[in-house]
């Protein structure tokens, strides 16, 4: 075995070890996407439901949205 083929082996680790990676933060990407659509339609929902206008629950359902998914390294409150 000559040094270019431990190379070309390790470099088919490297790209192997990316892809997977990729894969996974795609994957992670699209169930927060998923999730947070689910949340923010049952936050419009419920504040509707519970006498809130029409035009509030969507700024709250709005609001809940750009926190999760536009600013999500924004602190939440909320104990992790």
Request: aromatic share 4%; hydrophobic share 40%.
């Amino acid at each position: 075995m000559n040094d270019n083929q431990g190379i070309d082996g390790f470099d088919e680790l490297l790209d192997s070890i990316q892809h997977e990676m990729t894969s996974r933060v795609l994957e992670n990407a699209a169930e927060l996407g998923l999730k947070t659509a689910r949340l923010t339609g049952l936050i419009i929902k419920e504040a509707k439901e519970w006498g809130v206008p029409k035009d509030l629950a969507e700024a709250m359902g709005a609001d809940f949205w750009q926190l999760i998914m536009v600013n999500p390294d924004q602190p939440t409150g909320v104990a992790e």
